[in-house]
């Protein structure tokens, strides 16, 4: 399968490439500097430079055939749901996108544990569940991850719906690699299309 990585220079923009090359599928990834993407070069990797605020520049990579994974994270307020917009406005086949548990569908079901998250998202929140929305709308899979770890994948590892999710734990951190086990499953064999799906440590 060839997928395309948006915000591929990141922590778990990397992961996603690198497991998704691991798996053998090939890759086009997508950074505003793709020098930032710190992976040695292979056959089935192609380093593409675009800009989320640029929507031209996603459009001339993505397309009608394209299964897009998205890493892009909240650097600053507006970059989601621009990014959203430029994704959705090149059409592709499939979105699976990266966002938090807790904020806009998933925040009934993290309760009250979850206002720690949404303190420190302050004017980044609204932009979060925004884009979110948009992805979702579009038939897209929001994957909605508690705290990041570094850690490598973890072997117990599972994903639900927010019909199983449980209460969010500022303690129960999910490591990147697994995150990204997770969207790349959700990319072979499509499970939550339209929906947010959690993904969990073992």
Known sequence: MHLTVLAASGRTGL??????????????????????????????????????????????????????????????????????KAVLAAGPRRVIWLGAYGTGESAAAAGAGASVLVRLLGDRLADKVAADGAVLAAGGTVFHAGVLGDGPEDPGRRTVGLDAAPPFDLGAKVSRESVAAAMLDEAESPRFPGAVALPLPG
């Open 15 to 84: 992961a996603l490439t690198r497991q998704a090359l691991r798996r053998g599928h090939t890759v086009t990834a997508i950074a505003r500097d793709p020098a930032r993407i710190d992976l040695p070069g292979s056959p089935g990797l192609t380093k593409v430079a675009g800009d989320v605020h640029d929507p031209a520049s996603i459009a001339a990579i993505v397309g009608a055939d394209s299964v897009v994974l998205s890493a892009l994270g909240t650097d600053q307020a507006g970059v989601l749901l621009a990014g959203a």
